[in-house]
């Protein structure tokens, strides 16, 4: 984050905008603001600032995340920072009128549990699952660049315990674009993530425990990919 006031009579932002309309419920005493993706139009939002001085924004690094705003006055000083976190939407259950992306193979940075294979999280059944410990990853090859619509994810036990995971999308496996980082909803159906037909072939999840334990087993029973 951008550092604090240390002279606010050199530099102050007056307003917000995010793609051409004002920020809803800016103010200049408040500091973090979250904002809802609602349609593919919204990807990659365009953000503009008025203020007295020179005006200082960094964007998201990929469709969604957190955009930061400042001013820079005399002396470079700065205002304290304003970060806008951009958020796909997500809903419990499997999203309805979409079609269902069959994964040609399916990887990860660990198994150490045979019988907890990578492949159960691909076999319909929320009684088999993936499992690792510590920091680790599963990544899924869809065979091609699809206009990506939603990622789906379940979690084992969901409903007693909350899992630290993220989503990153790439074309050529190489480069990739994190969409989400954070927290599983409470469930253990399928928590879908919307992506708007975002471009991928690629999908990589990685896991980071349970309830802000990284030596927490990472376990997910099912994953599912949805798009055209």
């Avoid at 964007?59 to 951009?86: N, W």
């Avoid at 410990?133 to 379940?154: E, H, K, N, T």
Wanted: charged share 25%; aromatic share 10%; with cysteine.
């Amino acid at each position: 984050k951008l550092p604090i006031i240390v002279d606010p009579s050199h530099a102050q932002v007056e307003g917000i905008s995010v793609n051409g309309k004002p920020l809803p419920g800016f103010d200049a005493n408040i500091y973090e603001y979250e904002m809802e993706i609602t349609s593919k139009e919204e990807l990659n939002p365009q953000i503009s600032a008025q203020a007295e001085g020179e005006v200082e924004i960094r964007m998201p690094e990929g469709i969604a995340g957190k955009a930061y705003v400042s001013a820079v006055g005399q002396g470079d000083v700065l205002t304290k920072g304003y970060e806008i976190d951009f958020k796909l939407p997500v809903s419990i259950g499997k999203p309805e009128g979409k079609q269902e992306i069959r994964p040609k193979s399916v990887t990860a940075s660990d198994v150490p549990q045979p019988e907890n294979s990578p492949e159960n999280t691909l076999d319909g059944n929320f009684d088999t699952r993936w499992s690792c410990s510590d920091i680790c990853w599963i990544a899924y090859d869809l065979g091609s660049v699809y206009a990506l619509d939603a990622v789906s994810i379940a979690f084992m036990d969901g409903d007693l315990r909350t899992a630290q995971f993220a989503i990153e999308l790439s074309e050529d496996g190489e480069n990739y674009t994190r969409v989400f980082e954070g927290d599983a909803l409470q469930t253990t159906d399928l928590e879908t993530h919307e992506l708007f037909g975002t471009n991928a072939r690629f999908v990589r999840i990685y896991c980071y425990g349970y309830n802000g334990n990284t030596k927490e087993w990472n376990s997910i029973t099912e994953c599912k990919f949805f798009g055209e």
